[in-house]
């Protein structure tokens, strides 16, 4: 698989660009992949892994090829499967015989974006290139949900292409901006987490660039993923919530209940509505008296550190004009 | 009433208010949107009572009884 983008002397392309398609199982990935490559694809492991490695080709009018790679589907990047392993890998370019793609194109279930967007942004967090294929407005629209793509791309900083990638719907305009060599890489990390959460980031990710083994641009969002990993045994060490009862020593945690939002983007807007059913509260937001969070004991990571602290993609953070109407399932 | 989300029965909602999970589990049930606060519906029990299939914000979610009995939820009247 390595010889394209190697050795290839005097010839023609000197390497293809190498694009990746990310997106939660069920996003329509694959048929988004289908449609960029019909069958010109190629289907193998990643060494020493049983995780499928398709790649395919997508031929552009000017006849340049362009490699297409397809992940495998996953939720999050925090790496517990060895499929989430294998993405986060790729797109950190620490995969042997499969170069940091110069692109991602991230497949959202435009039915369920709430769920399909936290992925999403740990990807752009990651810095490369990406444009975002909304997929499944049929779906959508046959929910009764309507989705401002043009608004999404302001919030997301990369273009948003709407498709119907069964229908082939909109997978031109797909090929169209792929076949750009410049685009933009996704804005730095728009939100902040928690001040002392913020110092560990940068801690971690000082001691990640002297490892010189992560892009700068992934940089920091390597070093809150780890910390979401690292950090999760906090969870167990304190608050009970509500009707707790003592803390318990161990498997007992709390759901979490804040996902810290982009300052500008808290409080504003509504995926989901009912800000009651979801209290919600930041760490700012938190009363001083009877918080719940306070450490306890030392040794332990600081609350802060808990990884719920970076689950941001949620309804009350999207900014007012990104509608997605009520769930005609939705009681209540 | 704070019960398990696997006591719930079909139609009925619950609140997301603690997850009693290891780690790993934990992590993975938050990430596939069960946080607390989060409205959750059972939607049916598979024929002996596993998986047990749920409906969170806009979509469908399946899990082993074994993991719906580490979240518990308030119960909605």
Sequence with gaps: MNQRRRGAPTTKQVSKRLVALAGNPNSGKTTVFNALTGLRQKVGNYAGVTVEKKLGLLTLPDGTTIEILDLPGAYSLTARSPEEQIARNVLLGEVPDTPRPDLVVLVVDGSNLERNLYLATQVLDMGLPAIIALNMMDVAQGRGLQVDAAQLERWLGVPVVPLIASKGVGIDRLKELIARSELPRPPARRWKAAPEVEEAIQTVAQALRRTGTVPEEAVEAEAIRLIGLEGTPSLLQERGGPGAGPSRPTGTGAAPSCRPLPGHLRGRGSLRVDPKSHPRSGPSERSPAGDPERPRGSGAHPPSLRPDRFYRVDGAGLPDGLHVGDDPRRLD | ?77
């Design chain 2, 1 to 77: 009433m704070m019960v398990r989300l696997s006591e719930l029965r079909p139609g009925q909602v619950g609140i997301v208010q603690r997850i009693e999970a290891d780690d790993a589990l934990r992590l993975r049930l938050m990430e596939m949107g069960l946080l607390r606060g989060e409205r959750v519906r059972v939607l049916k029990y598979a024929p002996l009572g596993d998986p047990i299939e749920l409906e969170v914000g806009l979509y469908h979610l399946s899990l082993r009884r074994r993991e719906a009995e580490t979240i518990l939820v308030e119960m909605e009247p």
